[in-house]
């Protein structure tokens, strides 16, 4: 993942860059680099590392331009390193940056090489520069009007190219034009007082604006000072909207709504779909989304081991069901602080798979350094903090893209882990028993889970009016069976955060085994019910409860009819497939836990005792 800055005004746009490329830090990166032009010269820097790094670079060499492009990259095609950090030049003429993947760039490089041009990256995204500076000496060669040379070169040039991009393109031969275009991957147009700007995230443009278009699949802009003109994928010049966007620059806002937890509950369709954004080309998941020598270290992985803490441990729990149902993979899910003093055995060629959001959990993070030092070869990082440390330790990561998380309890960087944990189920069950057909079924249904959430977060005001029978009691009953067992871990986790009513969770098989002696009119039991195979099973341990008193909520698939007592209610949520049900069940019991939270009266978005960063052991 990356992030791509533009600009062109009538001032110097070196520090919006600069500042763009600080506000996408949360992307992921390992390099940052910018690029202007000014008298008609390119000029560039590149670090490698932080923006920081480039920040101080340009301190002591500044440059400065009406026009320029900037980029943080993550590696895919080539290691991190200086040279192959964005933006990159042809022939001191035509400069790109590049967020994407180029599928046919070995062909295109050697058919490159062939014609003379000299490489001096390993990514990708230098095919792409020498490719649209050819077609412009062509465009030259054959006499054409070169008012539109740049324009027309980058539209000869998308045509050659098989893959996902977003890309801020300049030239010195149209010094005074820069050209976004989007195909799989995002970018925005950012309109100023007189000026126009581009990133991959609106987050990148705050400072300078809030009004934005939003680009859509196969849009090129050409972008002037006095003019802005976009072509769809057809070649037709087009309008696109122009929308205000609610977020400021001094901090994010909570908007309309009372909580930020709240806020980050209905943010959940847009970040799974971030989550998702450019990681698929032609519906099929590419491995270097996970790092530029993914494929390799999955050839060798032989099993799992998933390390976590809290609500990272529930979405561990949660894979390890996918890991071995759907890939046939052994996977062994352990809480980090645990594992760490445990003196654990670890099978040969184990990939170790760390949680966190923000990447500084001081247990994971010493658990994944005694694993390496009980000779694990192969880490991967899921987190939502870039530059973090589990990050910096780990060989493979994956970003979930959550965005910001103000508070404290958890609920889009869960949803976006478990969503990036498919991810990475896909990635390894190729190499063990997931089929293809299985893989495009999964694919689908993960593209459909924006929507599938937007149906559930209509049932709030249901939700709203259940949570009043848990205003006076002091403890409840979480049930679940199957992938569905770490979801009511999950739901009890956040109703004790937040409420502080005490909530404990149970495969609920295990009724018979303790927990029934508990029931009672007073005990709120919870039960997730999806249609799935347990659904029987689930329906026996319902009876056993409503038997004896006990109190139900029952969310339950809205395709089934059942015959219930006058003591369990059932909230019907959107048919989903069996694979990503665990996700779409998650946000009712966020839902309730909040309002729960709400009718006590209780820090929400900072409950008592916790932090969002557990950096202590």
């Known amino acids: 993942m990356c992030g791509i800055v533009g600009g062109i005004a009538q001032r110097n746009v070196v520090p919006i860059l600069l500042e763009g490329l600080k506000r996408l830090e949360y992307r992921g990166y390992d390099s940052a680099g910018l690029a202007v032009i000014n008298n008609q010269v390119i000029y560039r820097k590149r670090e490698l590392g932080k923006v920081k790094g480039l920040e101080q670079l340009l301190e002591t060499d500044p440059i400065s331009g009406f026009i320029g492009i900037a980029h943080t990259r993550w590696a895919t095609h080539g290691k991190p390193s200086t040279a192959n950090a964005h933006p990159h030049i ?51 060669l054959q006499a054409e009007p070169t008012s539109d040379g740049l324009l027309n070169a980058v539209k000869r040039t998308l045509k050659k190219l098989d893959g996902a991009y977003a ?13 976004a275009c989007r ?3 995002p970018l925005v147009i950012g309109i100023g007082f007189g000026e ?12 300078v604006t809030q009004r934005f278009i939003f680009l859509e699949e196969g849009d090129i802009a050409k972008i002037s000072i006095n003019e802005l003109l976009i072509y769809d994928a057809e070649d037709n010049l087009v309008t696109r909207p122009v929308k205000q966007s609610q977020l400021t620059a001094d901090s994010v806002d909570k908007g309309e709504y009372r909580h930020y937890m709240l806020k980050e509950i209905y943010e959940q369709p847009l970040a799974i779909s971030q989550t998702f954004e450019g990681r698929f080309i032609n519906n099929r998941l590419q491995e270097n989304a996970f790092g530029h020598n993914a494929s390799e270290v999955f050839d060798n992985v032989k099993a799992i081991q998933i390390l976590a803490c809290g609500t990272s441990y529930h979405a561990g729990l949660v894979a390890r069901y996918w890991f071995e149902e759907l890939a046939r993979v052994p996977c062994n899910i352990e809480v980090a602080s645990e594992f760490r003093y445990r003196n654990p055995v670890l099978a040969q060629d184990t990939l170790i798979v760390t949680i966190s959001q923000s990447g500084e959990t001081a247990d994971t993070l010493a658990a994944l350094l005694e694993a390496k030092k009980l000779g694990a070869k192969y880490s991967l990082a899921i987190c939502n903090v870039p530059e973090s440390s589990l990050v910096r330790e780990s060989d493979l990561v994956l970003m979930t893209r959550a965005g910001p998380e103000i508070g404290v309890a958890s609920t889009k960087a869960f949803t976006t882990q478990l969503a990036t944990l498919m991810l990475l189920v896909i990635a390894i069950g190729r190499r063990f ?5 299985v893989e495009q079924k999964i694919t689908s249904e993960l593209f459909s889970l924006p929507g599938k959430i937007e149906r559930v977060l209509q049932l709030d005001d249901e939700i709203k009016v259940l949570a009043e029978q848990f205003a006076e009691k002091q ?4 049930l679940g069976r199957g992938t569905h067992y770490p979801i009511a871990m999950e739901g009890a986790l ?3 955060e937040i409420s502080y009513i005490h909530a404990e969770a149970y495969p609920a098989g295990e009724l018979k085994h303790g927990p029934l002696a508990l029931i009672d009119a007073e005990m709120p039991v919870v039960t997730v019910a999806p249609n799935n195979s347990l659904l029987e099973k689930l329906k026996s341990n319902i009876q056993e409860v409503s038997a004896r008193g006990g109190q139900l909520i029952v969310f339950m698939d809205e395709t089934l009819v059942t015959a219930t007592d006058e003591n369990v209610q059932i909230v019907n949520v959107p048919q989903v497939g069996n694979e990503i049900s ?36």
Do not use: W
Not at 96 to 121: A, C, D, K, P
Not at 475 to 478: G, K, N, S, V, Y
């Open 90 to 140: 042809c022939r001191n003429k035509v400069v790109v940056v590049h967020n994407g993947i180029i599928e046919n760039h070995e062909l295109l490089r050697e058919e490159q090489l062939q014609n003379g041009y000299e490489f001096t990256s390993e990514t990708d995204t230098e095919v792409i520069v020498h490719e649209i500076y050819h077609a412009m000496e062509s465009v030259q």
């Open 167 to 179: 890309l801020g393109i300049m030239s010195i031969d149209d010094p005074d034009t820069l050209i």
């Open 183 to 185: 195909k799989g991957s």
């Open 196 to 207: 126009y700007f581009i990133a991959s995230d609106v987050a990148a443009l705050l400072p």
């Open 433 to 437: 028993k997931l089929s293809e057909a």
């Open 475 to 478: 403890h409840a009953l979480f």
């Open 494 to 496: 956040k109703l004790k």
């Open 582 to 617: 665990p996700i779409v069940y998650t946000i009712p019991l966020q839902l309730l836990a909040y309002h729960v939270a709400v009718l006590k009266g209780t820090d929400v978005d900072q409950p008592r005792n916790l932090a969002k960063s557990v950096t202590v052991e």
